[in-house]
């Protein structure tokens, strides 16, 4: 399976500012995900990100508040912006793989907004 | 759309028991059914998954198995550790798109 590392590891981050979160996977992936997981909660997925076409979005999330980018078969980067304090949560990338999209995670950013 | 049920939410079993956790969903579509085992601070990780067509399968003390006409599926743990403690998230798919149940903390007392 992928290995995959995410940047930076946590982050403590001022209410209104924005902050863009690295994913790095040690092979070529055609799909990579991003979800969150609030304290003690389930994981939510955000956006698929597949190279070459823009993000597709998961109801409740926007464009404009997570920006995606996903240059190559090996990067992406997600940004939280304008943030608040409900914004505090882990935020985990992830690479599908295998005909059912065998999906495995990275270890995730802690962020916390204050 | 797909709605995952997981139960129990916290379970506590000695050291050396067996731990049960079951899974259902509600769209016989889903063809794919992993299990994540979360550590506290670390992400999820995948530990065993089962296909549409299979009914169980085993890998050393954990195993799973799917009723795929009761919509239920189920992680089996023997002869558990202490380092089994985590929280396990079960998922069902369909295509690329994962639903994922609400999680399992799991504590093996020593």
């Known amino acids: 399976s992928a290995v995959i590392s995410q940047k930076p590891s946590r982050d403590i981050c001022q209410r209104g500012t924005s902050l863009t979160i690295q994913c790095q996977v040690d092979?070529?992936?055609?799909?990579m995900f991003w979800y969150r997981q609030q304290p003690g909660q389930s994981l939510t997925l955000i956006a698929t990100?597949?190279?070459?076409?823009?993000?597709?979005?998961e109801s409740g999330f926007v464009i404009d508040k997570f920006p995606i980018s996903r240059p190559n078969l090996t990067f992406s980067t997600l940004t939280v912006s304008n943030m608040s304090p409900e914004d505090s949560s882990i935020y985990l990338c992830?690479?599908?793989?295998?005909?059912?999209?065998?999906?495995?995670f990275g270890p995730g950013t802690r962020l916390t907004v204050t | 759309g797909e709605n995952v049920e997981q139960h129990p939410s916290t379970l506590s079993v000695q050291e050396g028991d067996s731990a049960v956790i079951k899974c259902t969903y509600s769209?016989?579509?889903?063809?794919?059914f992993p299990w994540y085992k979360q550590e506290l601070g670390k992400g999820p990780q995948l530990i065993i998954d089962?296909?549409?067509?299979?009914g169980e399968k085993k890998d050393q003390r954990i195993a799973v198995t799917l009723n795929k006409t009761a919509k239920h599926f189920s992680l089996h743990i023997t002869e558990t550790q202490p380092e089994d403690s985590a929280v396990y998230f079960c998922a069902a798919s369909i295509g690329n798109q994962f639903y994922f149940g609400t999680g399992t903390s799991l504590t093996v007392i020593p």
């Open positions: 992830s690479v599908g793989e295998g005909g059912y999209y065998e999906q495995y």
């Open positions: 990100a597949n190279q070459g076409s823009e993000a597709t979005y």
């Open positions: 092979s070529q992936v055609t799909m």
């Open positions: 089962i296909r549409s067509n299979v």
């Open positions: 769209d016989s579509a889903s063809n794919y």
